[in-house]
């Protein structure tokens, strides 16, 4: 079974300039989850999709962060302009609907360096 | 809101000693528990898990307890290993959500020496 897939793996920026971020889930999961990890931190959400739709964006900075999730599969998340503090990694996870059991499968992340 | 709080690292063991590292959580209901390892240059991964008060989660020799009373989840491992080296996060889900999303604490870097 193939795993979360997100790209690119490195992406160095300067700041205002933009950068989006790609995730593909596992086959089959209807819930999309982008978390940003700041050096030295824990994971913290950005976004959680159902489907194609927002579940919770509360802790999004929409002033400059944006995502959406085309046809329920793919995800894009989106900065821009960027800031200093906007270099992190991020993560983009799936689950099964409603799995209970909270078992997330994470990509292996998207590092962003903004200079 | 939910909460993890995790020992603070870094820790430093030799190889075959005692693991012990603390996570204590707060949540409104009875979330489940997960311990999280992201080892170097690899993605994050579920180590083990519980879902009740009282169960027990187990993986790799990792054994963690969901302690309602104390509010506790704390990861042990009897004999670590070299391969052991890695961040481990300690996190919760609120079971009264829709999906699965997660709160997690900020991780403890583990170094096991040879």
């Known amino acids: 079974e193939a795993g979360v897939a997100q790209s690119p793996r490195y992406k160095i920026i300067e700041k205002r300039q933009s950068v989006a971020f790609w995730c593909n889930p596992i086959s089959g999961h209807a819930t999309l989850y982008w978390y940003q990890q700041i050096l030295g931190q824990g994971p913290k959400l950005l976004i959680q999709?159902?489907?194609?739709?927002?579940?919770?964006d509360s802790q999004l900075p929409k002033d400059r962060f944006s995502a959406e999730r085309l046809k329920g599969v793919d995800s894009t998340l989106k900065i821009q302009p960027a800031k200093l503090e906007d270099s992190a990694v991020y993560l983009c996870?799936?689950?099964?609907?409603?799995?209970?059991?909270?078992?997330?499968?994470f990509g292996e992340g998207s590092r962003l360096t903004v200079l | 809101g939910d909460s993890v709080t995790q020992m603070e690292g870094p820790v430093t063991l030799s190889e075959e000693a005692f693991l012990t590292i603390n996570c204590t959580y707060t949540a409104t209901g009875y979330p489940s528990l997960f311990w999280y390892v992201q080892y170097p240059g690899e993605g994050l991964q579920l180590l083990l898990k519980a879902t009740k008060a009282d169960d027990k989660g187990s993986n790799k020799g990792f054994e963690a307890t969901y302690r309602k009373e104390t509010t506790s989840f704390h990861l042990e491992k009897g004999s670590v290993q070299v391969s052991d080296s890695a961040v481990y996060f300690c996190a919760l889900s609120a079971r009264e959500t829709s999906g699965s999303r997660l709160t997690f604490g900020e991780g403890t870097q583990l170094t096991v020496n040879p």
């Open positions: 996870a799936s689950s099964l609907v409603n799995g209970g059991t909270g078992e997330l499968f």
């Open positions: 999709f159902q489907n194609n739709g927002v579940v919770d």
